[in-house]
Nanobody, 128 residues
């Protein structure tokens, strides 16, 4: 069974940092594009970063803000999202998502519809 699990969410003060983890079981993330999204109540999921599959595809990593950095650790089958200088508006539930690199069709990496598998999310709360 293919599963993604996010971890690392926490309560942090404004200006602080967090590193979120997205671990996979049942499949090798190296053959998947992976994205990170944030969702707040009443709004759609917002793309934060993506990383292309690194084992069979040219490696490319992109973040929507310089404060966020996505990275992979293939040996642990995990993708990370390092977040620095956190702001109150970063509060929300953070999800990771995956799509096999072999999947045909248009892919931008920044739309929720780009991805097939999702984790349950991890809560990040930024206080003053």
């Amino acid at each position: 069974q293919l599963q993604l699990m996010e971890s690392g969410g926490d309560l942090v003060r404004s200006g602080g940092s967090l590193k979120l983890s997205c671990s996979a079981s049942g499949f090798n993330l190296g053959y998947y594009h992976v994205g990170w999204f944030r969702q707040v109540p009443g709004k759609e999921r917002e793309a934060l970063a993506f990383s292309t599959g690194s084992l069979d595809h040219p490696k490319y990593e992109y973040s929507t803000e310089d404060r966020f950095t996505i990275s992979r650790e293939n040996a642990k089958n995990t993708v990370y999202l390092q977040m620095n200088d956190l702001k109150r508006e970063d509060t929300g539930v953070y999800f990771c998502a995956a799509r096999p690199t072999s999947r045909a069709g248009h892919w931008t990496g920044l739309q929720a519809s780009d991805y097939e598998h999702w984790g349950q999310g991890t809560q990040v709360t930024v206080s003053e």
